[in-house]
């Protein structure tokens, strides 16, 4: 089983400023992959960026870059550069590659960021 | 492509009637999977197909919810009957699973359910 834990229900951030998101998770599989979605206030979850847990380098997607860190099991999502359309709900999930997590995607329970002009 | 396609984009029903949510993947993926989502629950997995076939179904509240993969581009949510708990936004999604590679989820725009 798969576990994803947002621990920051809300986050706020000045236009053009850099912020943090954190999401930790647990699995019990050696194979995986981990994702942050967007969802904005049109309620459409877009993919932001995807990570491969076996792959040592951290993703990057423009503006968005992740911190992987396998062995704290953390994935966390640094917006740089925020512009008011980056506000919206964002969600980290992870999928598995076996078992009954194959194929399935375990969310968190979603960060609010706002963006202040 | 036209992405993940579903209808209605908004539904209000009574409570005590059925209904049902359509959906059509993308085209060539083969996995497609039904989410709800609420501010209480966040958002649960109700079930999954993968080439048609349910793989996982054990997110579906109760029997009142079935889903049917009747080809590879139509799914199929059915509430029967609805209730006033079963408001939420419902959203499908598809993607490319094959062998070990897993390939990020499609959404659709979801459909915004009111039961009264």
């Known amino acids: 089983a798969q576990t994803v834990t947002q621990s920051q229900p809300e986050m706020s951030v000045q236009e053009a400023e850099t912020v943090t998101l954190s999401c930790t998770y647990d699995?019990?599989?050696?194979?995986?992959?981990l994702f942050w979605y967007k969802q904005p206030p049109s309620r459409q979850m877009i993919l932001v960026i995807r990570?491969?847990?076996?792959?040592?380098q951290n993703a990057t997607e423009n503006r968005f870059s992740v911190n992987f860190q396998k062995a704290a099991k953390s994935f966390s999502l640094k917006i740089s550069d925020s512009q008011l359309g980056d506000a919206a709900m964002y969600f980290c999930?992870?999928?598995?590659?076996?078992?009954?997590?194959?194929?399935?995607?375990?969310f968190g329970q979603g960060t609010i960021l706002t963006v202040h002009p | 492509d036209a992405g993940v396609i579903q209808s209605p984009r908004h539904e209000v029903t009574e409570m005590g009637q059925e209904v049902t949510l359509r959906c059509k993947p993308i085209?060539?993926?083969?996995?497609l999977f039904w989410y709800r989502q609420t501010m209480m629950r966040g958002l649960e997995l109700l079930i999954y197909?993968?080439?048609?076939?349910?793989?996982?179904d054990s997110g579906m509240p109760e029997d009142r919810f079935s889903a049917k993969m009747p080809n590879a581009s139509f799914s199929t949510l059915k509430i029967q009957p609805s209730e006033p708990r079963d408001s939420a936004v419902y959203f499908c999604?598809?993607?490319?699973?094959?062998?070990?590679?897993?390939?990020?989820?499609?959404f659709g725009p979801g459909t915004r359910l009111t039961v009264t």
């Open positions: 999930a992870s999928t598995g590659t076996g078992g009954t997590s194959y194929g399935k995607l375990t």
């Open positions: 699995t019990s599989e050696s194979d995986y992959y």
């Open positions: 990570q491969e847990a076996y792959k040592q």
């Open positions: 085209s060539g993926h083969n996995s």
């Open positions: 197909f993968n080439n048609n076939v349910p793989i996982d």
């Open positions: 999604a598809s993607s490319f699973v094959l062998g070990p590679a897993n390939y990020e989820q499609y």
